[in-house]
């Protein structure tokens, strides 16, 4: 079974450039499209990424997704940290029968 | 402005049923399926199933598949999830999101805010 694994948390200070890896096993990550979205306490999920690198509007140009094919793993690019971009970060797929898969979710901490 | 408003926290009792909903608004509701995904503490997420609202064409996840109903009301914009014979590993939040189509493919763009389940006796 594909499945995604993250980091269980990261941490950085504020202006410096955070990267949230979400690593395939089981399976190509390049498969089938990654979105990131973010987890705030007391708040509504908010996508960040789409599509591997797609941003949706009204999300800051700080935020951008790749993917690589020879680590088999996608990535979340946070610039210019800020204390707002605290949270918990989770990577999502899909595997070989169509099921959402998520990955375990990174915790960020803003120094 | 797209928002999906979900009913608020419920408290069961292990064995109950129970029915939460998702209210989609700012665009037209039938165009979009709408997915569940639960996250209970120390499990992370786990999707639930799907559902068109078009037409109430559903799809269960594997795990949740004869434990939960998902439906809809297009006529309110509505979509529900219903939780049978809970259990006390069923406390979770509860969310409902709109997928981008194509469906498989492309992920959730707008989420609910969440509906907190708790079972105890």
């Known amino acids: 079974n594909f499945m995604l694994t993250q980091p269980h948390s990261v941490s950085e200070f504020p202006g410096k450039t955070v990267i949230i890896s979400c690593t395939g096993s089981g399976g190509s990550i390049a498969s089938n499209y990654v979105q990131w979205y973010q987890w705030r306490p007391g708040s509504a999920p908010t996508t960040m990424i789409f599509d591997n690198n797609q941003r949706p509007s009204g999300v800051p140009d700080r935020f951008s997704g790749s993917i690589d094919s020879s680590s088999n793993s996608a990535s979340l690019i946070i610039s210019g940290l800020k204390t707002e971009d605290e949270a918990d970060y989770y990577c999502q797929s899909y595997d070989d029968s169509n099921h959402m898969i998520f990955g375990g979710g990174t915790k960020l901490t803003v120094l | 402005e797209v928002q999906l408003v979900q009913s608020g926290a419920e408290v069961r009792k292990p064995g109950e049923s129970l029915k939460i909903s998702c209210k989609g608004s700012?665009?037209?509701?039938?165009?979009?399926?709408i997915a569940w995904v639960r996250q209970v503490p120390g499990k992370g997420l786990e999707w639930m199933g799907i559902i068109d609202p078009s037409d109430s064409d559903t799809r269960y996840s594997p795990s949740f598949r004869g434990q939960v109903s998902i439906s809809v009301d297009k006529s309110i914009n509505t979509a529900f999830l219903q939780l049978r014979s809970l259990k006390s590993s069923d406390t979770g939040i509860y969310y409902c999101?709109?997928?981008?189509?194509?469906?498989?493919?492309?992920?959730?763009?707008?989420w609910g805010q969440g509906t907190l389940v708790t079972v105890a006796s």
């Open positions: 700012g665009y037209t509701f039938s165009n979009f399926w």
């Open positions: 999101s709109r997928l981008r189509p194509p469906i498989w493919a492309s992920g959730s763009d707008y």
